[in-house]
């Protein structure tokens, strides 16, 4: 994977030590404080990439650097804390009992309902793009989590990641399955074809998951945010694949939805009866974090629509497409849920 292309002075000065193969990181240091939007942002998204590939050129070594790590921690402390200011936690409602009573009172702008009905095909590929960065590393940064929590929700979280990395079958494996079917569309599947396009939100959500996975104490965020991104999922992953066969895109990426319109189904109800009831039992304190994950999901999600939908400059006075302001278009019924 190449480094990307820097977007302000942090960037500037962490990409052109790494390019140099300099070890010394104070003036990056001294830069990190003051860092803002997408430079921050995709500093963090760089630093983060150096646990999972690494980049080409770029010593493995640094991965651990002390340097690297503190600014990685202020980078995450100022996330954190950003989102943390910008969610809501539902006070005094149980996460096991009240979740998808909880969801069904969110009512985000949805990327999918436009796809389904509205997008053309080069707004799809715009979309398939800024998702590749984290569909190339699908369920990647939960496996972050497993040796984090107890016997309970490790077995059940396993369960689901098993499932997310093809039940042993290379050719199932979900990020393989989406690299198939972005090549069908002509789109490369390579992360660093795309992440210099992706916009703040996207690095944002990215950062968000990579952070949930690797700090053992966010660990009730990560489940959950798990728990929301897949309760999220299904119905949209049936609006997108019903929207690729309105625009007669490939096979190939109509079953990448399709897959998940299935397995979701089942994730969703693995994530948070459970892999989060378990998680509970285990520390009840954790309560607050697994809303403050949840809503973190979704409120990182509403924000990457409503960029996109400005981006392809198909918003109206309230934000969001004129077409999404109506009730949303029935789907086919061979599509329709029969629970
Ligand atoms: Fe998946
Ligand atoms: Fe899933």
């Given at each position: 994977m190449q480094v990307p292309q820097p977007r302000g002075p942090l960037t500037e000065e962490l990409f052109s030590a790494f390019r140099l193969g300099s070890d010394d990181f104070y003036p990056v240091l001294a830069v990190a404080p003051t860092a803002a939007g997408e430079d921050a942002a995709l500093a963090l998204w760089t630093l983060h990439q150096l646990h999972y590939t690494g980049f080409d050129g770029v010593a493995d070594e640094l991965e651990w650097d002390p340097q690297l790590i503190r600014v990685r921690g202020l980078l995450e402390r100022d996330l954190e804390a950003r989102l943390r200011r910008r969610v809501d936690v539902p006070p005094g409602r149980s996460f096991t009992e009240d979740f998808f009573d909880w969801l069904d009172e969110q009512d985000g702008p949805s990327l999918a309902r436009f796809v389904h009905r509205d997008a053309t095909v080069e707004q799809v590929h715009d979309l398939l793009r800024v998702r590749s960065v984290y569909h190339l590393k699908?369920?990647?940064?939960?496996?972050?989590?497993?040796?984090?929590?107890?016997?309970?929700?490790?077995?059940?979280?396993?369960?689901?990641?098993?499932?997310?990395?093809?039940?042993?079958?290379?050719?199932?494996?979900?990020?393989?399955?989406?690299?198939?079917?972005?090549?069908?569309?002509?789109?490369?599947?390579?992360?660093?074809?795309?992440?210099?396009?992706?916009?703040?939100?996207?690095?944002?959500?990215?950062?968000?998951?990579?952070?949930f996975g690797l700090q053992r104490r966010l660990r009730g965020a990560a489940i959950g945010h798990l728990a929301a991104f897949e309760a999220t999922s299904s119905l949209p992953s049936r609006r997108m694949a019903q929207g690729?066969?309105?625009?007669?895109?490939?096979?190939?990426?109509?079953?990448?939805?399709?897959?998940?319109?299935?397995?979701?189904?089942?994730?969703?109800?693995?994530?948070?009866?459970?892999?989060?009831?378990?998680?509970?039992?285990?520390?009840?304190?954790?309560?607050?974090?697994?809303?403050?994950?949840?809503?973190?999901?979704?409120?990182?999600?509403?924000?990457?629509?409503?960029?996109?939908?400005?981006?392809?400059?198909?918003?109206?006075?309230?934000?969001?497409?004129?077409?999404?302001?109506?009730?949303?278009?029935?789907?086919?019924?061979?599509?329709k849920d029969v629970a």
């Amino acid at each position: 994977m190449q480094v990307p292309q820097p977007r302000g002075p942090l960037t500037e000065e962490l990409f052109s030590a790494f390019r140099l193969g300099s070890d010394d990181f104070y003036p990056v240091l001294a830069v990190a404080p003051t860092a803002a939007g997408e430079d921050a942002a995709l500093a963090l998204w760089t630093l983060h990439q150096l646990h999972y590939t690494g980049f080409d050129g770029v010593a493995d070594e640094l991965e651990w650097d002390p340097q690297l790590i503190r600014v990685r921690g202020l980078l995450e402390r100022d996330l954190e804390a950003r989102l943390r200011r910008r969610v809501d936690v539902p006070p005094g409602r149980s996460f096991t009992e009240d979740f998808f009573d909880w969801l069904d009172e969110q009512d985000g702008p949805s990327l999918a309902r436009f796809v389904h009905r509205d997008a053309t095909v080069e707004q799809v590929h715009d979309l398939l793009r800024v998702r590749s960065v984290y569909h190339l590393k699908e369920a990647d940064p939960t496996a972050w989590v497993v040796p984090r929590v107890g016997t309970a929700a490790k077995a059940a979280l396993m369960e689901l990641q098993y499932d997310e990395y093809g039940d042993g079958d290379p050719n199932r494996l979900h990020h393989h399955l989406w690299a198939r079917g972005i090549t069908a569309c002509g789109i490369e599947p390579s992360v660093d074809a795309h992440i210099d396009l992706a916009p703040l939100e996207i690095l944002e959500q990215n950062n968000a998951l990579s952070m949930f996975g690797l700090q053992r104490r966010l660990r009730g965020a990560a489940i959950g945010h798990l728990a929301a991104f897949e309760a999220t999922s299904s119905l949209p992953s049936r609006r997108m694949a019903q929207g690729l066969e309105r625009l007669e895109m490939p096979q190939e990426l109509v079953d990448y939805y399709a897959e998940h319109v299935e397995a979701d189904a089942v994730h969703e109800q693995l994530a948070v009866r459970t892999i989060a009831a378990a998680l509970l039992a285990e520390d009840p304190a954790l309560e607050g974090d697994l809303w403050f994950g949840a809503a973190a999901c979704l409120e990182l999600e509403n924000r990457t629509a409503l960029a996109m939908f400005e981006r392809w400059d198909v918003t109206s006075g309230s934000g969001v497409p004129d077409s999404l302001a109506a009730p949303a278009v029935e789907l086919a019924p061979e599509h329709k849920d029969v629970a």
